[in-house]
């Protein structure tokens, strides 16, 4: 079981940007996918971002079609940690960000839901004003 924790959330004004970090422990973590979800107020927990672990040539990345183009997921191994760069960010970006961690072995993609998670942190609320 890994360990995870979110910082980073906060509040912002339309076409602003938040990095959001995640640190992660418990697990050898580069050799684990890892990824971004997101909840709104009265909404399902939605994918928004993945990356891969690390190879020689880097991690591949994904994103959910709504935020690519704006924002960046990337990992640091040597400091167990995920970030989510968000840059012009919108109203409706406005949720409770979780970092996820697959099982072992889970390949990063688009996934379709939070379903094929193992661990979750508990979240960092992003606000978007408008």
């Known amino acids: 079981q890994v360990q995870l924790v979110e910082s980073g959330g906060g509040s912002v004004q339309a076409g602003g940007s938040l990095r959001l970090s995640c640190a992660a422990s418990g697990r050898t973590f580069s050799y684990y996918a890892m990824g971004w979800f997101r909840q709104a107020p009265g909404k399902e927990r939605e994918f928004v971002a993945s990356i891969s672990p690390s190879g020689p040539s880097g991690s591949n990345t994904y994103y959910a079609a709504s935020v690519k183009g704006r924002f960046t997921i990337s990992r640091d191994n040597a400091k167990n940690m995920v970030y989510l760069q968000m840059n012009n960010l919108k109203p409706e970006d406005t949720a409770v960000y979780y970092c996820?961690?697959?099982?072992?072995?889970?390949?990063?993609?688009?996934?379709?839901?939070?379903?094929?998670?193992?661990?979750w942190g508990k979240g960092t609320l992003v606000t978007v004003s408008s």
């Open positions: 996820a961690a697959p099982p072992f072995g889970a390949v990063a993609g688009t996934w379709p839901g939070p379903g094929g998670m193992r661990d």
